[in-house]
């Protein structure tokens, strides 16, 4: 503990703070306001999501067709709306034109989904669990937890409290070339399956849509796939579906079927667009 808080001793005091209690006893909900503000993650992500989207060859925007653009961000704002954790969070939904089958949320609300995902799923409650299964790293705080720790603290803290402007974009770069920051535990994402069947429940979309992606990845791909969110940690694919089926069965209101408010045709129409 001595080590860390004489290692930041000379940032803001909030900074100080940071370390502090990360050492002593990690982060915990209620305190996170004292350690990052909402305002400071949404300048964080906005900073963040203007460099990786610098980056055309590895993340190039898709700019075709704009029912797609304009589908994609209205399942996911809707999404978004249902949920009570960060009310006040702007949500952005992006799509990058690479045929990969994967999808990323950073801090600050945005969410990128891949061209490749989108030509892989059938129906439109496979994509509103994929964004609520995104929504829920942001509304759960995974990705800041993951930021505002080792060595990408001194990144956050060039970048929020920085004067010098050549030291801010080059601590953005850093922060975005070291993904590996984001990469989450199992527990956070079983949270985020979890709260995706409450999220998408609430939208009046059957949650079993993130399951059936699942199924999906599990017969293409195996137990490990390793191309949807590939810096994550994991559980094996059918565990995680067998733990989104028991969520389902005691959420109240959600679907017990497989074959309800899944909106097929109203996303092959989209995806023949794609
Ligand atoms: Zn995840």
Do not use: W
Not at 171 to 198: C, G, M, P, Q
Request: charged letters at 25%; glycine letters at 6%; a negative charge.
């Amino acid at each position: 503990m001595n080590r860390q808080f004489t290692r930041y001793r000379y940032f803001p005091c909030t900074v100080g703070l940071f370390s502090l209690i990360l050492s002593c006893q990690g982060i915990t909900n209620a305190l996170r306001p004292l350690l990052i503000s909402e305002d400071d993650e949404t300048k964080l992500g906005n900073s963040f999501k203007a460099q990786i989207l610098s980056d055309t060859r590895e993340y190039p925007q898709y700019n075709g067709n704009q029912a797609v653009i304009r589908f994609v961000d209205s399942v996911g704002k809707y999404l978004a709306s249902v949920q009570d954790e960060r009310p006040n969070l702007p949500f952005t939904f992006t799509i990058l034109d690479k045929d990969e089958i994967n999808a990323f949320a950073i801090p600050g609300g945005h969410i990128f989904v891949y061209t490749g995902l989108l030509r892989n799923i059938e129906s439109t409650s496979e994509l509103a669990g994929v964004l609520a299964h995104e929504i829920a790293h942001i509304t759960l705080y995974h990705g800041v937890n993951k930021m505002v720790q080792g060595e990408a603290l001194n990144l956050v803290n060039t970048i929020l409290f920085g004067s010098d402007s050549s030291s801010i974009a080059g601590a953005i770069a850093n922060l975005v070339e070291s993904l590996a920051f984001l990469k989450l535990s199992k527990n956070d994402e079983y949270d985020a399956d979890k709260y995706s069947v409450r999220y998408t429940t609430d939208a009046g979309i059957n949650p079993a849509g993130m399951k059936h992606f699942l199924k999906f990845l599990l017969d293409k791909y195996g137990e490990e796939p390793k191309i949807f969110e590939p810096l994550s940690t994991h559980p094996r694919t059918s565990e995680r579906i067998n733990a989104i089926e028991k969520e389902i069965s005691r959420t109240p209101g959600a679907p017990k079927d497989d074959t309800s408010l899944l909106y097929k045709e109203e996303y092959q129409k989209i995806k023949g667009l794609i």
